[in-house]
């Protein structure tokens, strides 16, 4: 277990330090020149030269690089050209906000996939079963931003019911996790009832119910331990696509993340910001994919790493 974990971890720094080189290369290739940002279209050649010069842009792309690396090394991911502040700092306070929405997201997801994947697999071929398969395809067939849009013109202006966007109360969170979790659930959804169908077949389940377990032992307790397996495997892959998910909804909605803050410096050309988000963002995914991996083993004791 410990060299497994300690080979993917060496894998990991190795993918995200891989994802720097090409986000720090992609964004200067891009040609966005954050002094021209600052000085605006009417400054003059002076201005914009010292602006390159405190930025550090009138370097070439391996100075700059250097720079970068060694400034990494030490903790430090720069200053932000667009707010001027530590881009750690930054991150710092919207991070937690991120992994909030994220977070709860993921949690309603979870009991969601898990209580509507059994109740459709017991009840196949049921009205329920086929109601929950068309929400799936549903679900697979909408994408985030659309729903967002819905649900701000549907609960915040028709019938103000909910804020439109931003983070005051609790109640700034429903919409932005009601999007993000009807766009996710369904692929989780979908993998628990394919699992369960098989596992409510299996000898064993046959055996539980001659038993006389009641039903809440056997299909949560037993079949649903079973069906976790792949269930845990999709949810490693799937991982990306949640945090995207969230990142749109943050957008969608003026949620003060991770999500928001991308687009702000990505829009400034603001070099460190973006590659300080991209490495929490990759990191995010990394450890998504090994906890995933690591719980297979929890869950099922037969799967070795």
């Known amino acids: 277990m410990l060299s497994y ?15 720097l080189v090409a986000v720090f290369f992609a964004l200067r290739i891009a040609g966005a020149d954050p002094a021209r940002v600052k000085g605006g279209v009417f400054a003059s050649d002076e201005v914009m030269q010292a602006y390159r010069e405190q930025y550090g842009t009138d370097s070439s792309l391996i100075s700059q690089f250097g720079t970068f690396l060694s400034e990494l090394g030490h903790g430090r991911l720069g200053t932000s050209f667009r707010f001027e502040e530590s881009v750690v700092a930054l991150i710092w306070d919207a991070a937690p906000k991120t992994l909030l929405l994220a977070g709860t997201s993921l949690v309603i997801i979870v009991l969601l996939s898990a209580l509507l994947g059994v109740g459709a697999a017991v009840r196949q071929g049921g009205w329920a079963d086929r109601a ?4 799936t ?17 549907l609960f915040a202006v028709q019938l103000g019911w909910l804020p439109a966007g931003g983070l005051s109360t609790w109640r ?18 979908r993998v628990v009832r394919a699992e369960m169908v098989d596992v409510l077949r299996s000898d064993y389940m046959e055996t539980a119910r001659a038993y006389g377990l009641s039903p809440f032992r ?12 792949p269930w845990l495997s999709v949810f490693g892959i799937q991982a990306g696509a949640l945090l995207g998910g969230t990142i749109v909804a943050e957008v969608v909605f003026d949620y003060p993340g991770l999500g928001s803050l991308l687009v702000q410096a990505v829009g400034a050309g603001d070099y460190p910001l973006v590659q300080g988000i991209t490495v929490v963002i990759a990191t995010l995914f990394v450890l998504f994919n090994l906890l995933a991996d690591l719980l297979q083993t929890v869950v099922d004791p037969r ?3």
Do not use: D, H, K
């Not at 929950?132 to 929400?135: N, P, R």
């Not at 549903?138 to 849009?149: M, Q």
């Not at 429903?174 to 369904?186: D, F, Q, S």
């Open 218 to 229: 056997m299909y949560f307790v037993y079949g649903l331990r079973n069906a976790a397996v």
């Open 137 to 153: 395809v549903l679900g697979l067939s909408i994408p985030t931003f659309f729903v967002g849009v819905v649900m701000v013109l």
């Open 172 to 189: 700034s969170l429903c919409l932005p996790v009601a999007a993000v979790v009807l766009v996710e659930l369904p692929w989780q959804l």
């Open 303 to 305: 799967v070795r790493l």
């Open 5 to 19: 974990v300690l080979r993917r971890l060496v894998a990991s720094v190795a993918l995200i330090f891989g994802v």
């Open 132 to 135: 929950i398969i068309g929400l």
